[in-house]
């Protein structure tokens, strides 16, 4: 997944470090007011914000548009009742309490994140493939699959939409972010190496190529994923 962080604070920078350390892929900025073009730019799962810039350069009617697409969650220091009731009724999915746990912050956002999509928990099963979200693995039966971090986002990523075309673009932005992006060929020996890792699913997930539109992560009827309600 990959998170939209706003660090305008030392505790969001330090919640940036935290985050980067798990893994999570993030879009960083220290200008709140830009985000909307960064959403632009590209997909995000989570919009982090402290409470300092909803107060000083993010408009509430702002939050209430960015939270129709993207979750929003609220990191803030001794924050009111009214103050939180009023984030919340304008959008905010969740605000926590600066002074929390760093770990059970990381936790709370990415509870956040998943729940939008429909997981309830921290894996997703698709018959003998199973992903572990919180420790980045996927593994098929018992066999832990061997992926570099690339490889693994790409499979997170189409894998938190089965069934949903992913332009080639869309997927390359979640994982490069504002990054160089590699060569198509190099992009086309990821995709290649996780179809080999796929084949030991024996047909019950695949990548499916739609030619000059995108990909589509292909889901067998009897392997549908554990979710939630939307």
């Given amino acids: 997944m990959r998170y939209l962080i706003a660090e305008t604070t030392w505790e969001t920078m330090s919640l940036a470090v935290a985050l980067a350390n798990n893994g999570t892929l993030l879009t960083r900025t220290d200008r709140p007011e830009d985000i909307p073009h960064y959403l632009e730019c590209g997909a995000h799962d989570l919009i982090v914000l402290d409470s300092a810039a909803l107060a000083t350069q993010v408009r ?4 209430s548009v960015l939270a129709r697409r993207t979750p929003i969650c609220v ?5 009111t009742s009214a103050q939180v009731a009023k984030w919340l009724d304008n959008g905010a999915a969740m605000v926590i309490d600066a002074a929390t746990d760093p770990e059970e912050v990381v936790a709370r ?5 998943r729940r939008a999509r429909g997981i309830s928990h921290g894996e997703i099963d698709y018959g003998p493939l199973r992903i572990r979200l919180k420790e980045r693995r996927a593994q098929i ?11 693994y986002e790409i499979l ?37 190496n996780l179809r080999a890792h796929l084949g030991l699913a024996e047909g019950a997930v695949a990548i499916e190529t739609v030619r000059g539109s995108g990909y589509r992560f292909a889901v067998s009827a009897d392997a549908i994923p554990q979710r939630i309600a939307a």
């Fill in 60 to 63: 509430l009617s702002a939050l």
């Fill in 75 to 79: 990191l803030a220091r001794k924050a």
């Fill in 109 to 113: 956002l990415h509870a956040v994140a």
């Fill in 141 to 151: 039966g018992a066999a832990t699959l061997s992926l570099s971090p690339k490889l």
């Fill in 156 to 192: 997170e990523y189409l894998a938190l939409r089965p069934g949903t075309l992913v332009t080639r673009d869309a997927l390359l932005s979640h994982i490069y972010g504002l990054e160089d992006e590699p060569a198509p060929r190099v992009f086309d020996v990821y995709m290649c």
